[in-house]
């Protein structure tokens, strides 16, 4: 019985705390926008819930039958380390993608408005156009 407990509070940590750790790092990034709306309102909730399962996870597996003591308590504190080298290495992605678009729109933009000034100084002089 509490190793199925634990097997769900696991999982369930190591699936919702990448996110959230995804997630809190493109917050400190100043990436709110690719977060869910609902994390950028209320961060706090998703922390403590993340906090909520890590910590019953493990107090859990000192109940634990079938899975051993020594590769459940070791456990949880290593996935600890696993969620936020993961999470922050998915947020660290995504933001280097997010700034390369930007850089590209960036780009973009000042060829246009340099392509702009070419087109005025050989179809028009005084800002009339030539005949």
Known sequence: MFDAIFLILYLSYILLGIKV?????????????????IFAKYPE????????LLLASFTVSF????????I???LVPLTFLCVVT???????????EFT???????D???RLI?????IKKRFFKDGRPIK
């Open 45 to 52: 909730v998703f922390l403590i819930a993340n906090t909520v």
């Open 63 to 70: 109940y634990t039958i079938y899975i051993p003591k020594f």
């Open 114 to 118: 340099e392509n702009k000034r070419v």
């Open 86 to 96: 993961i999470g922050r290495k998915l947020a660290y992605k995504e933001f280097n």
């Open 108 to 110: 973009f933009h000042n």
């Open 21 to 37: 750790e995804q997630w809190t790092a493109l917050s400190t990034l100043a990436v709110k926008s690719a977060t869910p709306n």
């Open 100 to 106: 390369e678009s930007s850089v590209s729109y960036q």
């Open 72 to 74: 459940s308590l070791p």
